[in-house]
T-cell receptor
Framework: GAGVSQSPRYKVAKRGQDVALRCDPISGHVSLFWYQQALGQGPEFLTYFQNEAQLDKSGLPSDRFFAERPEGSVSTLKIQRTQQEDSAVYLC?????????????FGEGSRLTVL | AQSVAQPEDQVNVAEGNPLTVKCTYSVSGNPYLFWYVQYPNRGLQFLLKYITGDNLVKGSYGFEAEFNKSQTSFHLKKPSALVSDSALYFCAVRDTGTASKLTFGTGTRLQVTL
């Protein structure tokens, strides 16, 4: 596709429910990132994939958060037993190579509200 | 560890006036520096980056930024602001010596008025 696509754009979950957020990166992009953006804050790094390999998951806030990219393209961020503090916009980004010089291309985000 | 500071929550400027949005950074090695803009309910859009070479970097929509190593700064500038520039601006840094994680500042809201 032309850009990074994320779905759903909006998700409302009851506390304790599991949610899955999908990211479809730009075709051919090797690197994929997940960020969490709380209201009024900058994006906070969650995890990074190079192709199907998850090279950095140091930003995942707890073991309730899990991300995968099994075929090196589409990625899913799963949050189990959601809590109110999980309410945020979850941003996915991709970049062409695995160089540190490349800019990230962001999707429009998935806004999660936990009631 | 790498970090970014954006000391101003909001910057107000009149249309036609020059604008500056401040950013300072901290890395253990050499920095790769980026500016992104975010419009309401939209994802972040890349504006410009500094990798190496000329300290003055030009980017999209007439924006530019100046890398200052001694002051560890990378301020965003535009000679003449437009009302349509009103948005949230984020500075970000990567340490050249580490993996690909990009660390963002907390953002500065730019408000341009007529």
């Amino acid at each position: 596709g032309a850009g990074v696509s994320q779905s759903p754009r909006y998700k409302v979950a009851k506390r304790g429910q599991d949610v899955a957020l999908r990211c479809d990166p730009i075709s051919g992009h090797v690197s994929l990132f997940w960020y969490q953006q709380a209201l009024g804050q900058g994006p906070e790094f969650l995890t990074y994939f190079q192709n199907e390999a998850q090279l950095d998951k140091s930003g995942l806030p707890s073991d309730r958060f899990f991300a995968e990219r099994p075929e090196g393209s589409v990625s899913t961020l799963k949050i189990q037993r959601t809590q109110q503090e999980d309410s945020a916009v979850y941003l996915c980004a991709s970049s062409f190579g695995h160089s540190n010089t490349g800019e990230l291309f962001f999707g429009e985000g998935s806004r999660l509200t936990v009631l | 560890a790498q970090s970014v500071a954006q000391p101003e929550d909001q910057v107000n400027v009149a249309e036609g006036n020059p604008l500056t949005v401040k950013c300072t950074y901290s890395v253990s090695g050499n920095p790769y520096l980026f500016w992104y803009v975010q419009y309401p309910n939209r994802g972040l859009q890349f504006l410009l980056k500094y990798i190496t070479g000329d300290n003055l970097v030009k980017g999209s929509y007439g924006f530019e930024a100046e890398f200052n190593k001694s002051q560890t700064s990378f301020h965003l500038k535009k000679p003449s602001a437009l009302v349509s520039d009103s948005a949230l601006y984020f500075c970000a840094v990567r340490d050249t010596g580490t993996a690909s994680k990009l660390t963002f500042g907390t953002g500065t809201r730019l408000q341009v008025t007529l």
